[in-house]
């Protein structure tokens, strides 16, 4: 199979020729329709985050068709999850999203309690095992999103992070009426579309001068569109962070109605500068999202298509995922990047 694989942190992923990968006990072996491109694979590739076990195929947004699985028996740790999972016996023709949890142990306090996101040794899809820019890939039955067989596999697949980090994020912030997303890209254009529905009214802050972003936040229903540097027409009850940039926080905080949330919802972001308590007084609270649970996912899949969620992508071959990569750390990419194997 041919796959895009990261061989050290900073330099470009380089096309090469692997062996198809073998299915262990309790996996399922994968023919990729289609991988969304994660900001995340953008801070891997890049040296942001670490990235263990080099060198590793990056990508987890996941659609594909099984087409094999490991023999009886399991990996241990989690248990089969909640319905929608593929389960790890799914026959082969079956319809699956892989995402950014792999595997989680099952049995520490967190796992317990229904927080495996917070899993000390979870273990995360193109980061701690290889991943989607390829086209094979074996993952954890138990962890595999069962997926209908209608839609693109290229439309499918950014709802696998970016809508289901998004829908956490959304959840995160509570029963927020007014609703700022600032960074307007894979996630928030999918959220703005899951807040609409359940009733919400979206407020969408834009990198300055991005007129295309702007025009597709009004277009999905959010009532006022400007760059992140403008202050919203009334205050916010929440606000949520999809861009890296930290010094967007002291600014979202200055945005919020005593009593709001800001949600960080990146898993890399850079330094928050000081800002005084003032900003925080009156019950003003910030918190962040740290990966996602299969129940997320669940619940986001079975929401999405009452919304209906419409992704708009912008598609690339898998020989191309060096410029998706390069057109979303330029900014100039609008919706989501999806290398499309199909």
């Given at each position: 199979m041919y796959a895009?694989?990261?061989e050290r942190p900073g330099s470009p992923l380089r096309m090469v020729e692997l062996a198809d990968p073998e299915p262990a006990p309790g996996q399922l072996l994968v023919a990729v329709e289609a991988c969304a491109v994660c900001r995340t694979d953008l801070h891997l590739r890049d040296g942001e985050l670490p990235s263990p076990g080099l060198p590793r195929v990056l990508g987890h947004q996941v659609v594909g068709t099984v087409i094999g699985a490991g023999p009886l028996g399991d990996l241990g740790g989690a248990t089969e999850g909640p319905e929608g999972m593929a389960?790890?016996?799914a026959p082969p023709g079956t319809r699956v999203g892989i995402g950014w949890l792999a595997w989680a142990c099952g049995v520490c306090r967190f796992c317990r309690d229904g927080r495996?996101?917070?899993c000390p040794t979870a273990r995360f899809t193109g980061r701690d095992v290889d991943g989607g820019f390829a086209e094979r890939v074996v993952a954890d039955g138990r962890f595999c999103f069962r997926l209908p067989t209608g839609p693109a596999a290229s439309e499918l697949?950014?709802?696998l992070c970016g809508g289901l980090i998004g829908y956490r994020a959304l959840r995160l912030a509570g029963h927020a009426p007014r609703l700022g997303l600032y960074g307007f890209g894979s996630s928030a254009h999918q959220i703005a579309q899951v807040a609409g529905h359940l009733g919400q009214r979206v407020f969408a802050f834009t990198r300055a001068g991005d007129e295309r972003a702007r025009r597709l936040a009004l277009e999905l229903g959010a009532e006022w569109a400007g760059s992140s540097a403008e202050r919203p027409?009334?205050?916010l009850d929440a606000a949520i962070i999809f861009a890296s940039a930290g010094e967007l926080v002291?600014?979202?905080l200055a945005a919020l109605d005593p009593g709001g949330t800001v949600v960080c919802a990146g898993i890399h972001m850079t330094d928050i500068p000081a800002f005084p308590y003032s900003a925080l007084w009156g019950e003003r609270s910030i918190r962040s999202v740290a990966n996602l649970t299969r129940r997320d996912?669940?619940?986001l899949l079975a929401?999405?298509?009452q919304v209906p969620v419409h992704t708009h992508v912008t598609r690339y071959p898998l020989a191309g995922a060096e410029e998706a990569l390069d057109e979303l750390r330029s900014g100039r990419l609008t919706g989501s990047a999806v290398l499309d194997l199909s």
């Open positions: 895009a694989v990261l389960g790890p016996s495996e996101n917070l697949a950014p709802l027409p009334e205050p002291p600014a979202a996912g669940t619940e929401l999405a298509p």
